[in-house]
């Protein structure tokens, strides 16, 4: 546990350890190296069983006291520490030992304690540390407490405990408050100093709690009326902690040290009433203290952005939160059990089994037992994590020098050997501080709405005043738009009325004109109507007649139908008649042509004739052109009296040509016998000259030859 003091002493160096967390936080990155230093194996003499045994570095089993949260991972070794002091020979020792030489000599150079077993025979033990009954309390602190109170202000729990007989000096060394002498101030006080010398009280914190216990009960020394305080155990993280127990915080040494003086009335009051002394009682001092990591905690005035700034109050402050024990043992003699000491055996049993389930414990410990009785007693529970748990431990085994209590001496010796075998794994505490961020935020949060209120109300008394101008700019636009409503109406009705006047003069003067006009048009249309009425009855008769017209006109009409009607059947006829009239047409068309060539055959017989005749003598009918006359003479003669065929024939012989120009010619006797024929042929009822003979007739009466009769 210490090696003598200054840098090379066997307790770690406050910035010599290297430690890992056991939270679930991301694990830190320390700047801390391991020097764990196990100390040398114990020394024992040759008749010892443990002689060259070594302690060695020892895993946590899992069956160790600190088995739980040993588990999580693997911490830094850290075997108990043990010292053991020598307590000053006193008043009573002085006389009664006088002849007698002190059971333990001490070789504090070589660390080594020697156990006289009689006049000639030694035990040899070694330890950590050997302090002589010169020792000061402050190199007692220094050397057994200080590595583990800095240990503690850098996150590891610790444990400091002082183990031995009755009256050796463990409140001595543990509690004294150094009232009378400074220099006399024990363990607790010394280490709330350092301690409270190293935190920042804004933002680190220091709890107390001080209790006893006695008969396996455990008593609230800041609070006596809390007598029964029930230990919880966190099965995961294998810490231990007292809810019920009183949490004082202390801010400085003068509250701490009333806390404990208040704490040491209440063990003597409460010892009192239940008859016993305090050597009968374990007291226990628990030091919470709980540290933020500097260069973690958010920044505050000196950010830059609103975004940093942001980032850094979102992340939770690390902090590190190591908890110090320190335990005043009850006297390690065991009481007796026959009651002569006025404790029943029940009692005697009650108040010895925390203190032989510890020594149980830890021997099963030293011997890397399978099975460690950490359930066995309240007192090992509560210190499940200073012997094979995750606490830097350190022993301060006390022993008088008086050789009638040699055998308690050895006693405390062994107990302190085995405890020097035990090795912790120091883990770490540190985590994110959640609750703490949570704090600052709600702070935050507070401030916020604060600032919102604040910013709220000022908003609504802008919003008000706005409000107000906003109306009354309202009230005069309101108030000017009615002024000039108002005008315009005026404006408006005093031009109405102005145009009404117009109007009516306009309108007066219309009436006058129009009165004039109206006369001269009155007389115009008066005219006007009687010329149209004269027209009118003109129209009228004229309609009259002209009804009468067409009633005559549709008489007519009807007249001229009928005989349309008539015509038309005449037409019928007539053209049925026509039609045979180009038929006999037809026929007698060709009856003349044949005429014709008989009559041109005949002119030309008629004219061969003449010419032979002239040839030849007189009886010859005068020729030339008298041959058709003679040639019809003769046709005539032939016919006799009236045969139609031979006028027809002469007819179709000569030509109608032919005869009709006999009918000019200078001859009247050609003339009249042409005429003959053709009246003969007319006669004859030759359909084709029905019509011819009124020509032939006409051309006779004309010529006055023809006489029909
Ligand atoms: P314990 O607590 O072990 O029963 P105490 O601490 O009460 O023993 O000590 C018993 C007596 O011995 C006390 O009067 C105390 O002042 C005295 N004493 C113990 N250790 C020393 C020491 N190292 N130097 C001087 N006096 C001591
Ligand atoms: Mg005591």
């Given at each position: 546990m210490a090696s003598g003091g200054g840098n090379n002493r066997n307790g770690t160096h406050r910035n010599s350890l290297k430690g890992t967390t056991t939270t679930s936080a991301a694990s830190t990155d320390k700047p801390l190296s391991v020097?764990?230093?196990?100390?040398?194996?114990a020394f024992k003499n040759k008749s010892s069983p443990l002689t060259g045994a070594s302690s060695g570095l020892r895993k946590s089993s899992?069956?160790?006291?600190?088995g739980g949260a040993a588990k999580d991972d693997a911490g830094v070794p850290g075997r108990v520490r043990v010292a053991v002091r020598l307590r000053p020979r006193n008043a009573e020792e002085s006389v009664a030992d006088a002849d007698f030489a002190d059971c333990v000599e001490l070789q504090p150079e070589l660390k080594r304690l020697k156990l006289r077993k009689n006049n000639w025979d030694t035990d040899t033990y070694e330890f950590d540390e050997v302090l002589t009954e010169f020792a000061s309390q402050k190199r007692v602190y220094e050397v057994a407490a200080k590595p583990v109170v800095e240990g503690v202000l850098d996150g590891y729990n610790g444990t400091i405990m002082a183990y031995g007989q009755t009256g050796t000096g463990k409140t001595y060394t543990l509690g004294r408050l150094g009232e009378e002498d400074t220099a006399n101030r024990g363990i607790m006080v010394r280490a709330m100093e350092d301690i409270l010398a190293e935190v920042s009280p804004e933002i680190d914190s220091v709890l107390v709690s001080y209790l006893q216990l006695y008969m396996e009960s455990l008593q609230d020394l800041l609070d006596p009326t809390n007598d029964n305080i029930s230990i919880v155990e966190e099965p995961k993280s294998g810490d231990v902690s007292l809810p019920g127990a009183t949490l004082v915080e202390i801010r400085d040494q003068q509250s701490f040290l009333e806390l404990l003086r208040l704490g040491e009335a209440h063990r003597h009051a409460a010892n009192t009433k239940l008859n016993t002394?305090?050597?009968r009682s374990h007291a226990l001092l628990m030091v919470h203290v709980k540290r933020t990591v500097k260069g973690r905690e958010p920044a505050h005035s000196s950010d830059n952005g609103n975004s940093t700034s942001m980032a850094r109050s979102l992340r939770p402050p690390l902090v590190r939160k190591g908890k110090l024990v320190v335990v005043d043992l009850a006297g390690s003699e065991r009481i007796d059990k026959s009651g002569s000491d006025g404790h029943t055996r029940e009692e005697a049993k009650s108040i010895n089994l925390s203190l032989s389930a510890l020594g149980k414990c830890i021997n099963a410990l030293a011997e890397n037992s399978a099975h460690v009785p950490v359930r066995d007693s309240k007192l090992t529970r509560l210190l499940r994590d200073s012997f094979g748990g995750t606490a830097r431990t350190s022993l301060v085994i006390t022993v008088g020098p008086s050789p009638r209590h040699r055998g308690e001496t050895a006693s405390t010796i062994m107990f302190g050997q085995r405890a020097m075998k035990v090795e912790n794994m120091l883990k770490l505490k540190e985590e994110f501080d959640y609750k703490s961020l949570a704090r600052r935020l709600d702070i935050q949060l507070d401030k916020l709405i604060m600032e919102h209120e604040r910013k709220q109300k000022a908003f609504e008394v802008e919003i008000e005043r706005i409000t107000a101008e906003a109306q009354n700019r309202i009230s005069e636009a309101e108030r000017n738009y009615a002024d000039a409503v108002e005008k315009e109406r005026l404006k408006y009705q005093k031009d109405y009325m102005e145009s009404i006047k117009k109007l009516e003069e306009k309108w007066m003067m219309n009436q006058q004109n129009q009165g004039n006009e109206r006369k001269e048009q009155m007389v115009h249309i008066a005219e006007e109507v009687a010329e149209v009425k004269k027209l009118l009855s003109k129209e009228t008769s004229l309609r009259k007649a002209a009804e009468e017209e067409v009633d005559n006109l549709k008489s007519q009409l009807a007249q001229l139908k009928m005989s349309e009607a008539l015509a038309n059947s005449e037409i019928l006829k007539l053209q049925k008649m026509v039609e045979d009239e180009v038929c006999q047409k037809e026929k007698l068309e060709g009856e003349i042509s044949m005429l014709q060539s008989q009559l041109l055959h005949l002119s030309f017989e008629a004219d061969e004739t003449r010419k032979r005749l002239d040839r030849g003598g007189p009886g010859k009918v005068p020729g030339g052109l008298d041959s058709p006359v003679s040639q019809v003479r003769s046709q005539l003669k032939d016919s006799g009296n009236g045969e139609k065929a031979s006028v027809a024939k002469l007819f179709e012989q000569v030509g109608l040509q032919k005869i009709l120009s006999l009918l000019e010619a200078e001859d009247a006797d050609v003339r009249i016998h042409a005429v003959k024929v053709v009246a003969n042929l007319a006669a004859e009822g030759c359909c084709m000259f029905s019509g011819f003979s009124h020509l032939v007739e006409s051309n006779f009466s004309m010529s006055g030859i023809f006489n029909p009769t």
């Open positions: 020097n764990s230093n196990p100390s040398k194996p899992p069956g160790s006291l600190g002394e305090s050597s």
